[in-house]
């Protein structure tokens, strides 16, 4: 059998032939199997070794961490020269006997030679992280976020996994679409800028700012959308359904690149982006500034400048103790900008 082209992770075909997959990889074992009638042959040959080479109850157990050791030797030891967020990963041990019985029969040692893709993980703690992808497509990603990704994009798809938030910028290819698994969702792309957030147990989101990016739920074939420049994609975790929505996601970004832009946004509401992005609370009446409407664009301000700028607009006075501000009003006086 020809391994060449072999452009999945071998835990996932494992855990596949173990009838253990989850929906989502599931539906990357059946894509890789739509690439080509060769994977397809591949995958019934394993299947044919799998099913007919199981020990019978009685049988020798197999030594599953002294064959592990044996494979993952030369792949691990370029792992102490990394860096510690971005390091090399090891199928989950839970799969080591399924990856190690497919290995000793079929002879697979070759998908881990030094030409084969590795699996890297990308994860940021208390700052978000910046990063390029081998395709160059460009990933920043918010705090307390992870990104999984092959060191080498191969095959008919550039395929990662992501936990958390993350903004993309992608590198065009039409022959090769950008795909990004979630715990719930599949993200795909031939090249544009837009942001996912997949926070577990939450509501998955897809903001676009440039181009045009697809949102599917990979357990309903037909639950597609196609998500416009400006608009936000959402997948609903209790029903599973995906649909749009046009509301302004401006803000959401403002963890990546630090601006801010209101046009005659009542008062009220940008304290409230201030409390969300500056981990501020506003100590006032919000009902007396109701129709003060600001426009205005911020970039790089710190909370004290932003402050002022809202205090000369809209003539007011304020305080901050700590980190809660107060503003008092002289007068009823709320022009814009």
């Known amino acids: 059998m020809a391994h060449e082209n072999l452009h999945i992770d071998e835990s996932v075909i494992a855990k596949y032939l173990a009838k253990e997959s989850s929906n989502v990889e599931i539906l990357q074992v059946e894509a890789w199997l739509n690439e080509s009638e060769e994977n397809q042959k591949t995958l019934a040959d394993y299947r044919k070794i799998w099913e007919g080479a199981k020990p019978p109850a009685a049988a020798v157990k197999v030594d599953v961490d002294a064959a592990w050791a044996k494979l993952s030797h030369k792949i691990d030891a370029s792992q102490k020269a990394q860096e510690p967020i971005v390091r090399s990963i090891n199928p989950n041990r839970k799969w080591y006997a399924a990856a190690a019985v497919i290995i000793a029969l079929v002879?697979?040692?070759?998908?881990?030679?030094?030409?084969?893709?590795?699996?890297?993980?990308?994860?940021?703690?208390?700052?978000?992280?910046?990063?390029?992808?081998?395709?160059?497509?460009?990933?920043?990603?918010?705090k307390g976020s992870e990104l999984i990704y092959p060191d080498k994009f191969k095959g008919k798809t550039r395929q990662v996994e992501l936990k958390g938030e993350a903004f993309f910028d992608v590198e065009p290819d039409k022959e090769k679409p950008f795909v990004i698994t979630t715990q719930s969702a599949l993200v795909k792309v031939l090249g544009t800028s837009f942001n996912v957030i997949a926070k577990?147990?939450?509501?998955?989101?897809?903001?676009?700012?440039?181009?045009?990016?697809?949102?599917?739920?990979?357990?309903?074939?037909?639950?597609?959308?196609?998500?416009?420049?400006?608009?936000?994609g959402i997948l609903e975790i209790s029903t599973g359904r995906v649909y749009l929505e046009h509301s302004s996601f401006a803000d959401d970004l403002f963890w990546m690149n630090k601006k801010l832009k209101f046009k005659k946004t009542p008062l009220p509401e940008v304290l409230k982006v201030l409390e969300k992005n500056y981990k501020v609370r506003f100590d006032s009446d919000l009902r007396e500034l109701e129709s003060c409407l600001l426009t205005a664009r911020f970039e790089e301000e710190s909370i004290?400048?932003?402050?002022?700028?809202?205090?000369?607009?809209?003539?007011?006075?304020?305080?901050?103790?700590?980190?809660?501000?107060?503003?008092?009003?002289?007068?009823?006086?709320?022009?814009?900008?």
């Open 200 to 232: 577990e147990g939450q509501n998955v989101r897809v903001q676009v700012e440039t181009g045009l990016v697809e949102l599917s739920n990979p357990n309903a074939d037909t639950n597609v959308i196609k998500i416009p420049a400006g608009a936000t």
């Open 304 to 337: 004290e400048n932003i402050l002022q700028v809202i205090a000369v607009t809209f003539n007011l006075q304020f305080e901050i103790e700590g980190d809660t501000v107060q503003f008092i009003a002289d007068e009823n006086n709320c022009g814009e900008i």
């Open 107 to 142: 002879g697979l040692f070759g998908l881990y030679k030094l030409g084969a893709p590795k699996q890297v993980l990308l994860a940021s703690t208390n700052e978000p992280i910046e990063q390029s992808l081998p395709d160059g497509s460009l990933v920043a990603l918010n």
